[in-house]
């Protein structure tokens, strides 16, 4: 789906690119006024166009002072700049976490993991991340004997009550299933990062 955003915008700047050689013509009929009335106008849409089609849709053209035609032009480019921005980042968001409970999901979970214990270790403090595993006894029998529903409905509660329990700067990821994670990041050195990490576990069990 990212790569048909992509394409769409390169699609609409290579459109631009093809207008702002026909109306480069035009202009060199219409002689030098017409050529700097349109080409100025145009070249900021063939730079905006070009901009969508590399992925920056945050990009505008101020429609201010442009001729109708072009501020027409710059305002649909401004809107389709900013729908193609909303949809990437719900694809990016979708990519990253788990589609029934909102967590981060398992790929994002080893990013945010692998980040956490590269800069724990560039800090001489390797033992600054700890991560907690939670399986949940007794779901598979919820899932046969109540249906999928209620099974689903358990998970949705389970991952709010984790979030609740946890950190704000900790990691709650479903790895799937009745499966879950947390990643503690910044725990106290030595034994009090295992306090730390016992801590969250005792309010994760208590919830």
Request: charge should be neutral; avoid cysteine; hydrophobic fraction near 55%.
């Amino acid at each position: 789906m990212a790569a048909a955003i992509r394409a769409a915008a390169q699609r609409t700047s290579a459109a631009i690119a093809a207008l702002g050689n026909f109306a480069a013509l035009l202009a060199a009929a219409g002689g030098v006024a017409t050529a700097r009335a349109v080409s100025r106008p145009l070249g900021m849409l063939v730079r905006h166009a070009a901009a969508l089609g590399r992925g920056d849709f945050a990009a505008r053209t101020p429609p201010e002072g442009l001729p109708d035609e072009f501020a027409l032009l710059a305002g649909t480019l401004n809107r389709a700049g900013e729908a193609l921005g909303v949809l990437e980042a719900r694809l990016s968001h979708q990519a990253h976490h788990d589609p029934l409970t909102g967590l981060a999901n398992r790929a994002r979970f080893r990013e945010r993991a692998r980040a956490a214990v590269a800069a724990a270790v560039a800090a001489g403090h390797p033992d600054r991340v700890a991560v907690l595993v939670i399986d949940l006894d007794g779901f598979k029998a919820v899932n046969d004997r109540l249906g999928h529903a209620a099974g689903d409905a358990l998970l949705v509660t389970v991952a709010s009550r984790l979030l609740s329990a946890t950190r704000g700067s900790d990691v709650v990821s479903r790895f799937g299933g009745d499966e879950f994670a947390v990643l503690l990041d910044a725990v106290r050195a030595g034994p009090d990062g295992d306090a730390d990490a016992g801590l969250v576990a005792e309010r994760i069990v208590r919830v």
